[in-house]
């Protein structure tokens, strides 16, 4: 899940010792927000826990809104008794918290995770999502093999039998699958080889969890009962289940080409 962010959260908290979790108290003074007023349930935050000289960074930390509670693990980073590390602070009831964005957060923003090379910062919904990898890949095509019987006017799958690429095995079984909120740029080409009907219309439909999603429509210019479907589209990743189907009008059944360079579905992530 995103890291999100939340202006001047600084409060007190009552928590003792060390532990999974910490409770969030009143607002240091008016002049900042309390959990209450500025958190989400169930968003992740990063926050800095002070007593003293001691610090403790934890980061990406849930909010639970019931009781005020942010998640505690094990620290990002921390300096207790002058001596750094990455151990909790022995909490005496006094300490305070502050919601705060990190080194490795500042960083993903302009360059990447840490500065990584081919790492990217997206912005969501939710907060920022750290480290998406960009100039992974998907392609597959039919290798050569037809698809045959394809009926007219219903919405019939298309079949990919061979994966030259796929980065992060996320196609299998004629669907593509991103997730965590990736951004997917796409493109298809379909050639109906045999029984294209000239005026007809065609359609490429991208399904997306079963339904139609995207339709791009064509009239068939057809040469020999050949013509081509073309479509570039955008995909963001959220676990949703993409195909490609294609509904062709005009009497007789149709036949896909199983030419690599005629049929075939390439993505590039972007985010």
């Not at 108290?25 to 002070?50: H, N, P």
């Not at 002058?82 to 918290?97: D, E, R």
């Not at 597959?140 to 796929?166: C, F, L, M, P, Y």
């Not at 993409?242 to 972007?270: C, Q």
């Amino acid at each position: 899940m995103a890291t999100s962010f939340a202006d001047r959260v600084y409060v007190v908290t009552a928590t003792t010792g060390t532990g999974s979790s910490i409770a969030l108290g009143t607002a240091l003074s008016a002049a900042f927000f309390t959990a209450a007023e500025a958190l989400v349930d169930g968003r992740l935050y990063t926050y800095i826990i002070e007593q003293g000289a001691d610090f403790e960074i934890q980061v990406g930390q849930a909010f639970t809104a019931s009781g005020a509670i942010l998640a505690r693990g094990t620290p990002d980073s921390s300096k207790i008794g002058g001596t750094a590390g990455t151990s909790q602070i022995n909490l005496n009831g006094t300490a305070t918290v502050r919601i705060i964005a990190s080194a490795a957060e500042l960083n993903a923003l302009i360059k990447g995770t840490a500065g990584t090379e081919g790492q990217a910062a997206v912005w969501s919904a939710g907060g920022l999502l750290i480290g998406a990898t960009r100039g992974s890949t998907f392609s597959v095509h039919k290798n050569g093999t037809a698809q045959t019987g394809v009926a007219s006017t219903v919405d019939t799958r298309v079949t990919w039998s061979t994966e030259i690429s796929d980065t992060e095995g996320i196609f299998a079984s004629n669907a593509f699958t991103p997730t965590d909120g990736s951004v997917w740029l796409c493109e298809c080409a379909i050639q109906v080889s045999v029984g294209a009907v000239d005026g007809a219309f065609n359609r490429m439909r991208l399904y997306r969890n079963g339904s139609s999603f995207v339709v791009l429509t064509s009239k068939t210019d057809a040469v020999g009962g050949n013509t081509t479907l073309f479509a570039t589209f955008v995909i963001f990743g959220n676990g949703q289940t993409h195909e490609i189907y294609v509904d062709l009008d005009g009497t007789g059944d149709k036949t896909l080409s199983g030419a690599e360079s005629s049929t075939k579905w390439n993505g590039v992530r972007l985010f």
